[in-house]
């Protein structure tokens, strides 16, 4: 970098003298072609050296990204509620869809699947209750008998019966619907004036769809659901969150988190062999940041008998939950130093930088996050307001996940062009992007994230090359080990070059 610097600086300072010889000079207009070159080469995926046929898709996508920058309602601006229908009809969302986007490597176990698979197929399995709790939310159980009642809900009714006295089920199933996402038609600044507001319903969200996922026929239809969506969006491997629940039968018995762990790992073997090209899933086991000390302390130790038992399946571990109200990794050190002192691996992926609060003790995250020789970061999203744990970050190649789409929706920011990883991907830091929590957001498992990303962030200037390498990224940045990331990149590379041949010609519409 420090030669390529150097010719515009040269330059520079000659058109300086130039100027102090009284010799008449305007801007050199070579030199400004020089210095926006090298602002371009500098960006993710500027120094990619790309194929003829890249070149003829980059065509095609300048030109259908022109006919998004023209729009009067220019959709990263927008909320993304209101965006979506925009996204969802435009040519270049449809072409990113169907890009291969590499992997996901930030989403939460239980936000996967679009919501209507809930609502349809989950709630209308047979011994399915429901009741309604005091704070205008609904929880859901599935028992052979009459549950045990819970405090502060209306006493269970089945909900096959609900549905046949009310003959047509339109409306509860409406509000149902509205119970398990924050997806709404309604105007979503009025339904979530605040970040409190918009966190609270998104816990209650958590707390509605627990009893329904975490019954174990649910459990593993919903995660085969989910890879089957995320194939369809073209990404071929995921590094899942997951908290490993008791997962529960209709008798009420309970599997340990063993079990659930194996369950994953079972299902995704059974997934790989109909789908031979994609690549896998791992599990970040994950645990509550609102904890108590002694809580984590344990699954800390969890983690790393599990990592033991299932070495090249749990990844890691990371501590979820609103950063801004939840305890921090400072106040978690002793618990999160055990595997340091006990000489086991044990990879972190914290979340951290998830607040636009600066200074405040949450805001230490970051720099704790990579004490913590954290492998990846989730969010960063204050990550430029700490230079030192920015340099850090870039130097150790600890990639940020930057989830576009929960930033907006979870209020860090409005106008998605003002989103702090658009310089990120100007300078081309390490970065993948991911989707955290689509289901929630009524978003796609990737895509919609990539499109705000390639739109929102890129502007005019990103490019295939962009697009390309944070495909590469995605896997690079991956847990898996160098040998697998090659394995995975050769699979990648094959859908790449198909996807390249067959998208080559500006479609007359
Ligand atoms: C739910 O989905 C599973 C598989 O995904 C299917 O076997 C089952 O029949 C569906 N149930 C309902 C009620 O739609
Ligand atoms: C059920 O009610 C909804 C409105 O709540 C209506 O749109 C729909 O047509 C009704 N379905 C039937 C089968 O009557
Ligand atoms: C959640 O369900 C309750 C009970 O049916 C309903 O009153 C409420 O409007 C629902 N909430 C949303 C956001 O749809
Ligand atoms: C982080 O890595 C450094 C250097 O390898 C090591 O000395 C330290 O113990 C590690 N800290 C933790 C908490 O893993
Ligand atoms: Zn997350």
């Given at each position: 970098m420090a030669v390529r610097l150097q010719r515009p600086l040269v330059a520079a300072a000659c058109l300086f003298l130039c100027c102090l010889a009284g010799v008449r000079c305007g801007p050199d207009p070579r030199l400004r072609k020089e210095l926006i070159d090298l602002e371009a080469s500098m960006?993710?995926?500027?120094r990619m050296v790309l194929t003829d046929a890249e070149q003829r898709l980059d065509a095609l996508l300048a030109k259908l990204k022109q006919d998004e920058m023209s729009r009067k309602d220019f959709p990263p601006s927008m909320h993304f509620f209101k965006a979506r229908r925009l996204i969802q009809a435009s040519p270049l969302f449809g072409l990113l869809q169907e890009m291969p986007k590499g992997a996901v490597l930030h989403v939460h176990d239980f936000a996967m699947v679009d919501v209507e698979w809930l609502v349809k197929n989950a709630t209308y399995r047979p011994n399915c209750y429901m009741c309604f709790t005091d704070s205008a939310s609904v929880r859901f159980v599935f028992a052979s008998q009459g549950p045990k009642p819970v405090e502060r809900c209306s006493p269970w009714v089945l909900l096959e019966s609900l549905r046949a006295k009310m003959g047509n089920a339109t409306k509860l199933d409406n509000s149902i619907r509205g119970n398990l996402t924050l997806f709404t038609d309604r105007d979503p600044e009025t339904e979530y004036p605040s970040q409190d507001v918009v966190w609270n319903r998104f816990e209650a969200a958590f707390g509605a769809l627990w009893g329904l996922v975490t019954f174990a026929p649910v459990f593993r239809d919903y995660y085969m659901e989910a890879l089957n969506q995320f194939y369809a969006d073209n990404v071929m491997y995921l590094e899942l969150r997951a908290l490993l629940p008791q997962v529960y039968e209709l008798d009420g018995c309970t599997h340990d988190q063993a079990w659930t762990l194996q369950t994953y790992q079972d299902l995704t073997k059974e997934f790989i062999s109909t789908h031979p090209d994609f690549y896998g899933a791992r599990i970040i086991f994950t645990n509550h940041r609102h904890a108590k000390l002694s809580v984590v302390t344990e699954a800390v130790k969890k983690a790393m008998q599990l990592q033991k038992d299932f070495p090249d399946f749990l990844a890691g571990f990371d501590l979820v939950g609103r950063e801004d109200q939840g305890k921090t990794l400072w106040y978690f050190r002793d618990a999160l130093a055990l595997p340091a002192e006990k000489g086991a691996t044990l990879p972190y992926f914290f979340h951290a930088g998830?607040?636009?609060?600066?200074?405040?003790e949450v805001d230490q995250n970051l720099l704790d996050a990579l004490l913590l020789n954290t492998s990846r970061i989730g969010h960063?999203?204050?990550?430029?307001?700490?230079p030192v744990a920015k340099d850090l970050s870039r130097k150790r190649r600890v990639a940020v996940e930057v989830c576009p789409i929960s930033n907006q929706v979870l209020k860090l920011v409005k106008d998605l062009r003002n989103h702090p990883a658009t310089a990120l991907m100007m300078e081309d830091h390490p970065l993948v992007i991911s989707s955290d929590d689509p289901a929630m957001f009524g978003s796609s498992p990737l895509s919609s994230d990539f499109y705000e990303a390639f739109v929102g962030f890129g502007g005019v200037k990103s490019h295939v090359g962009s697009l390309k390498q944070l495909a590469i990224n995605s896997i690079r940045f991956s847990a898996l080990t160098p040998k697998q990331q090659e394995e995975a990149l050769v699979l990648w590379q094959r859908k790449w070059t198909k996807f390249v041949a067959k998208n080559q010609v500006l479609k007359t519409n």
């Amino acid at each position: 970098m420090a030669v390529r610097l150097q010719r515009p600086l040269v330059a520079a300072a000659c058109l300086f003298l130039c100027c102090l010889a009284g010799v008449r000079c305007g801007p050199d207009p070579r030199l400004r072609k020089e210095l926006i070159d090298l602002e371009a080469s500098m960006q993710i995926g500027g120094r990619m050296v790309l194929t003829d046929a890249e070149q003829r898709l980059d065509a095609l996508l300048a030109k259908l990204k022109q006919d998004e920058m023209s729009r009067k309602d220019f959709p990263p601006s927008m909320h993304f509620f209101k965006a979506r229908r925009l996204i969802q009809a435009s040519p270049l969302f449809g072409l990113l869809q169907e890009m291969p986007k590499g992997a996901v490597l930030h989403v939460h176990d239980f936000a996967m699947v679009d919501v209507e698979w809930l609502v349809k197929n989950a709630t209308y399995r047979p011994n399915c209750y429901m009741c309604f709790t005091d704070s205008a939310s609904v929880r859901f159980v599935f028992a052979s008998q009459g549950p045990k009642p819970v405090e502060r809900c209306s006493p269970w009714v089945l909900l096959e019966s609900l549905r046949a006295k009310m003959g047509n089920a339109t409306k509860l199933d409406n509000s149902i619907r509205g119970n398990l996402t924050l997806f709404t038609d309604r105007d979503p600044e009025t339904e979530y004036p605040s970040q409190d507001v918009v966190w609270n319903r998104f816990e209650a969200a958590f707390g509605a769809l627990w009893g329904l996922v975490t019954f174990a026929p649910v459990f593993r239809d919903y995660y085969m659901e989910a890879l089957n969506q995320f194939y369809a969006d073209n990404v071929m491997y995921l590094e899942l969150r997951a908290l490993l629940p008791q997962v529960y039968e209709l008798d009420g018995c309970t599997h340990d988190q063993a079990w659930t762990l194996q369950t994953y790992q079972d299902l995704t073997k059974e997934f790989i062999s109909t789908h031979p090209d994609f690549y896998g899933a791992r599990i970040i086991f994950t645990n509550h940041r609102h904890a108590k000390l002694s809580v984590v302390t344990e699954a800390v130790k969890k983690a790393m008998q599990l990592q033991k038992d299932f070495p090249d399946f749990l990844a890691g571990f990371d501590l979820v939950g609103r950063e801004d109200q939840g305890k921090t990794l400072w106040y978690f050190r002793d618990a999160l130093a055990l595997p340091a002192e006990k000489g086991a691996t044990l990879p972190y992926f914290f979340h951290a930088g998830e607040t636009n609060f600066e200074g405040t003790e949450v805001d230490q995250n970051l720099l704790d996050a990579l004490l913590l020789n954290t492998s990846r970061i989730g969010h960063g999203f204050a990550l430029q307001r700490h230079p030192v744990a920015k340099d850090l970050s870039r130097k150790r190649r600890v990639a940020v996940e930057v989830c576009p789409i929960s930033n907006q929706v979870l209020k860090l920011v409005k106008d998605l062009r003002n989103h702090p990883a658009t310089a990120l991907m100007m300078e081309d830091h390490p970065l993948v992007i991911s989707s955290d929590d689509p289901a929630m957001f009524g978003s796609s498992p990737l895509s919609s994230d990539f499109y705000e990303a390639f739109v929102g962030f890129g502007g005019v200037k990103s490019h295939v090359g962009s697009l390309k390498q944070l495909a590469i990224n995605s896997i690079r940045f991956s847990a898996l080990t160098p040998k697998q990331q090659e394995e995975a990149l050769v699979l990648w590379q094959r859908k790449w070059t198909k996807f390249v041949a067959k998208n080559q010609v500006l479609k007359t519409n």
